[in-house]
């Protein structure tokens, strides 16, 4: 089975500063297909996780353009470039390339 | 407009076999590239993938749990059934479905893009 790993385990963030979570899988999450089946999802408190960025680097609809994806093979990055209040919650990642599983989550909470 | 629901016992007894619905609207599992999954969340804990069914009605289960688990639809009722044998306290979680849609003009695969708001399963005697 596919690991995922999440670092950090949690975050704290002045508003308008960047934050940047990192994931990293036991594999390549790379298809023949050519695309790359990493996505990554946030849990506000109290709420049902929500789709960010899907394929690795691909902002979901309604998304704000402050998050991105970026990485390629075993290795990803979701970066927030100025967080704001509002993007307080849990962090996931999870591959889809063999069945699903998800990164243990990283916390992201405003100083 | 799309949506899914959760329904099931809040409390089962330890050794009980579970079984969940998400009833789901706004989209037909019988329709192409369209795929259901359960997920669960232990209280202050990590998301775990359980089980997926697929169009095609294809089903894939998470590797440690699949000697437990059983999932199925019933399309005309555009439900989604999940049943979990043998519970054991450490199976206390909220549990969610979550449809995945691969998009015919692009080819993209949404995977996770709409969520039930999840069902709490205590596991005690």
């Known amino acids: 089975d596919i690991v995922v790993t999440q670092t950090p385990l949690s975050l704290s963030v002045t508003p308008g500063q960047p934050a940047s979570i990192s994931c990293k899988s036991s594999q390549s999450l790379l298809h023949s297909d050519g695309k790359t089946y990493l996505y990554w999802y946030l849990q506000k408190p109290g709420q049902s996780p929500q789709l960010l960025i899907y394929?690795?680097?691909n902002r979901f609809s309604g998304v704000p353009d402050r998050f991105s994806g970026s990485g390629s093979g075993t290795d990803f990055t979701l970066k927030i470039s100025r967080v704001e209040a509002e993007d307080v919650g849990i962090y996931y990642c999870?591959?889809?390339?063999?069945?699903?599983?998800f990164g243990g989550g990283t916390k992201v909470e405003i100083k | 407009q799309v949506t899914l629901r959760e329904s099931g016992p809040a409390l089962v007894k330890p050794t009980q076999t579970l079984t969940l619905t998400c009833t789901f609207s706004g989209f037909s599992l019988s329709a192409n590239e369209m795929c259901v999954s359960w997920i669960r969340q232990p209280p202050g804990k990590a998301l775990e993938w359980l089980a997926l069914i697929d169009w095609h009605d294809d089903r894939y289960y998470n590797t440690s749990l699949k000697t437990r688990l059983t999932i199925s639809r019933a399309t005309s009722k555009s439900q989604v059934v999940l049943t979990m044998t043998n519970m054991d306290p450490l199976d206390t979680a909220m549990y969610f479905c979550?449809?995945?849609?691969?998009?015919?003009?692009?080819?993209?695969?949404?995977?996770?893009?709409?969520w039930g708001q999840g069902t709490l399963v205590t596991v005690s005697s």
């Open positions: 999870m591959q889809s390339l063999q069945l699903r599983t």
């Open positions: 979550a449809r995945s849609i691969r998009s015919p003009n692009s080819n993209i695969w949404y995977d996770f893009d709409y």
């Open positions: 394929e690795a680097s």
